[in-house]
């Protein structure tokens, strides 16, 4: 059975405190993981796409990783405005399918 | 990235009554989008995905004749909640996937309330 687990479930962190969120995985056949960041009353917001074990990608203070078994977001030096949950999926190999989420990481930063 | 609109942003509807949600592919047609509910401090659920000129397929456990989904063409799928209750009251978020690319856009979500 596809699934996806993040941890923690909460994270909270003094403002340039930097951390990493974990989100491990068992797919049949990875189309791609995805890390969204979710406000909330908000939709998820697109952040990375990471496709083979091994790439990584940045976008100002975030960096995701991948391994065959699990991902990871980094958060370099958080602010304030760093505080969202971060929603992990997974791309089945089947096209036309839904991503499979977790259940998020809620992260607080404060000043 | 791609734009994905839902509207309403939120509705208060009466129980018993029915109530439709828009989701629009702004800038690319989207053949296949998804429909998701979230409750408090929850990951997101799948409903059901809508297929363009197609019928949609339901998750188990999702009544069919209550969250009616229409995909009539390659921007806009609708899901209305039928005879709705208290208990449908939810945070509802639609999606959708660029023809060809893996990563899925969403729309802002439709917060129903439902008294």
């Known amino acids: 059975e596809d699934q996806v687990t993040q941890s923690p479930e909460a994270l909270r962190l003094q403002e340039g405190e930097s951390s990493s969120l974990n989100c491990s995985y068992t797919?049949?056949?990875?189309?791609?993981l995805f890390w969204y960041r979710q406000d909330p009353g908000k939709g998820p917001e697109f952040l990375f796409t990471l496709y083979s074990a091994g790439e990584e990608k940045e976008k100002e203070r975030l960096k995701a990783t991948l391994t065959k078994k699990e991902s990871f977001l980094h958060i370099t030096a958080p602010k304030p405005e760093d505080s969202a949950t971060y929603l992990c999926a997974v791309g089945p190999n089947q096209a036309g399918t839904a991503l499979i989420f977790g259940k998020g990481t809620t992260l607080s930063v404060s000043s | 990235g791609a734009v994905v609109s839902q509207h309403p942003s939120w509705v208060i509807c009466k129980s018993g009554t029915s109530v439709k949600i828009e989701c629009r592919s702004l800038?690319?047609?989207?053949?296949?989008m998804f429909w998701y509910r979230q409750f408090p401090k929850q990951s997101l659920m799948l409903m059901a995905t809508s297929n363009e000129g197609s019928k949609a397929t339901y998750e188990q456990g999702v009544e069919k004749d209550k969250f009616l989904i229409n995909h009539a063409s390659l921007t806009l799928s609708t899901l209305t909640v039928t005879s709705a209750h208290p208990e449908d009251s939810s945070f509802y978020i639609c999606?959708?996937?660029?023809?060809?690319?893996?990563?899925?856009?969403f729309g802002q979500g439709t917060r129903l309330t439902v008294v």
């Open positions: 999606s959708a996937r660029v023809q060809g690319n893996t990563e899925a856009f």
């Open positions: 800038d690319f047609q989207a053949t296949t």
């Open positions: 797919v049949s056949g990875l189309r791609g």
